[in-house]
């Protein structure tokens, strides 16, 4: 049988985690008021704050030079503005000088999530929102969600990375979807939920 390709491995690996994710957001119903969806926002915001050390690593950028670009820590903050939500402070997290492998597994997570936000800007707009005001970083993409994605996973895929990078990119992955589903619940902890 030939061998798995990576993000096939990684997408096994955290389909189990996604689920999870995608219920617990449901229980917040980001999409029923504006409020609800700011709070969801500040999570994203956080996230993307803390994988920016990534997105502008050389190590990585070498990988893929459209990395920086990449990041939506810029949108979700601009949509915090939008949504009349001051940005919470600046917090570098701890994921700098990760091993390249790790790195791989914590981008593919927040990459992955681009193509999830197809979906959550349509419920987006329906609350007046779009990708020039509060759900910016939901939007497309420039060049397409699509085709960002399979740039993205033709570069993992065609890595050489040994065994253990491989085990390595597979919990770093679970542990993004650990993060964000801890920054979720930091970001609804004082709402009352209906
Ligand atoms: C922080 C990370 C992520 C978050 C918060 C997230 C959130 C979500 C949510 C809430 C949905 C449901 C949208 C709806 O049906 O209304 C969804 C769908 C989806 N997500 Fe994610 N996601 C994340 C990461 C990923 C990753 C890593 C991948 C790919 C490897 C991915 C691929 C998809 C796809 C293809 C859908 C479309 C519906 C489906 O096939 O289930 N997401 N995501």
Not at 36 to 47: E, K, M, P
Not at 76 to 100: F, N, S, W
Not at 181 to 191: D, G, I, K, N, T
Request: charge should be negative; include cysteine; hydrophobic fraction near 45%.
């Amino acid at each position: 049988m030939p061998a798995q390709l990576r993000s096939q491995r990684l997408n096994q690996a955290t389909h189990a985690p996604h689920e999870r994710l995608d219920t617990l957001v449901k229980s917040y119903a980001p999409f029923n008021n504006r409020e609800n969806f700011s709070h969801f926002v500040v999570a994203q915001y956080r996230f993307q704050l803390q994988l920016q050390p990534l997105y502008r690593d050389p190590r990585l950028i070498a990988l893929i030079p459209d990395l920086s670009a990449r990041c939506r820590a810029e949108q979700a903050r601009q949509d915090l503005i939008d949504l009349g939500v001051a940005p919470p402070a600046t917090e570098p997290g701890e994921l700098h000088d990760l091993p390249v492998a790790a790195a791989l597994g914590w981008i593919f997570v927040s990459e992955g999530s681009k193509l999830g936000a197809a979906f959550l800007i349509k419920r987006a707009e329906a609350l007046g929102l779009s990708e020039t005001f509060g759900a910016r970083h939901l939007g497309e993409p420039e060049g397409g969600r699509a085709e960002g994605w399979k740039r993205f996973i033709r570069m993992l895929d065609g890595l050489p990375l040994s065994e253990d990078e491989n085990a390595e990119a597979e919990s770093a992955a679970i542990a993004a979807f650990e993060r964000f589903s801890e920054l979720l619940r930091q970001a609804y902890a004082h709402v009352a939920l209906a």
